[in-house]
């Protein structure tokens, strides 16, 4: 490995521990009541740092409504970010969405939604539309072992090997879950499955499927086994060492800091905002509406 490689490498481990700091600290927001329920991201650092390391920027990534970590691992700033979860006026959704709704279509971040599994078709289609276009960009579809039971899993795999799109299927699988990778014979698909504590080691699996994908060889489902909540975060702070850790540590409490300091005090988002990206002009009943509601 180069001087190079090795940097990226520990890099990945860097972002993995600031993304668990943060996760800690908007835990016990929400615990406080601060602001509306954000699920933990626990356990998943390695996986989406690893996806994300082998992706280019114009790849497109569909989350799990567990995945906001993801954002912040795409470069979202971490002030961005804590206005997203407060959703107040300084919120580039303006409170629209639920705090762990993180898209950026900047970053390439869709949507997600509650419902499993119901973006893994969006993925699909995604890919398919591109491809039509002549755009040479791969699309990530991130799921957890609950959902392979759901209607769009297989739906979306069907979609994927019928038309043999650019896409990838990620699957957190832990100890005692099904696998996602073992349904893909069944849909002309290929699979894979890796070490998902290791966020290197994931980046390597991804790649190739991202290969195959550029290639015109169509989508891979991909298992990656996950241990316990804090195996991948013990990895990152071996490979760190304390002086690194203990720093990244204290840089990121205290850009956390600062940026829920200042979301604390900016107020809601204007009520007109209820309205905004559907109505080019409101219709009578709505305006009626916007008037009651601000009294």
């Known amino acids: 490995m180069t001087s190079s490689e090795s940097e990226a490498a520990l890099a990945r481990f860097e972002t993995m521990l600031r993304v668990r700091v943060i996760d800690e600290r908007l835990a016990a927001l929400g615990e406080s009541g601060a602001i509306g329920f954000l699920p933990r991201g626990l356990g998943r650092e390695a996986a989406l740092v690893g996806v994300l390391a082998a992706l280019s920027d114009d790849d497109w990534v569909f989350p799990s409504i567990t995945d906001w970590p993801l954002a912040v691992a795409r470069g979202m700033r971490i002030d961005t970010l804590v206005n997203r979860v407060f959703g107040n006026s300084a919120d580039p959704l303006r409170g629209h969405d639920a705090p762990s709704g993180v898209c950026a279509k900047a970053l390439k971040i869709a949507s997600a939604s509650a419902p499993a599994a119901t973006h893994l078709p969006h993925a699909v289609g995604v890919a398919w539309a591109a491809r039509g276009r002549g755009e040479d960009l791969v699309t990530v579809a991130l799921l957890d072992a609950a959902e392979i039971d759901a209607a769009g899993f297989h739906a979306a795999l069907n979609f994927a090997g019928v038309m043999k799109t650019p896409t990838l299927f ?90 829920i300091a200042v979301a ?32």
């Open 170 to 259: 990620v699957c957190r699988v832990r100890e005692g879950e099904p696998s996602a990778a073992e349904h893909a014979i069944a849909y002309g698909l290929a699979e894979a499955q890796c070490d998902g504590t290791d966020p290197n080691t994931v980046a390597e699996a991804i790649g190739r499927g991202v290969e195959r994908a550029r290639a015109g060889e169509g989508a891979t489902v991909i298992d990656l086994l996950l241990g316990g909540d804090d195996d991948a975060i013990a990895l990152a702070v071996r490979k760190l060492g304390k002086e690194r850790e203990t720093k990244l540590r204290a840089q990121t409490e205290a850009d956390l800091a600062s940026a």
């Open 264 to 295: 604390g005090r900016l107020g809601a988002p204007d009520l007109a905002s209820l309205f905004g990206d559907v109505y080019g002009e409101l219709e009578d009943h709505l305006a009626a509406q916007l008037r009651e509601a601000r009294g």
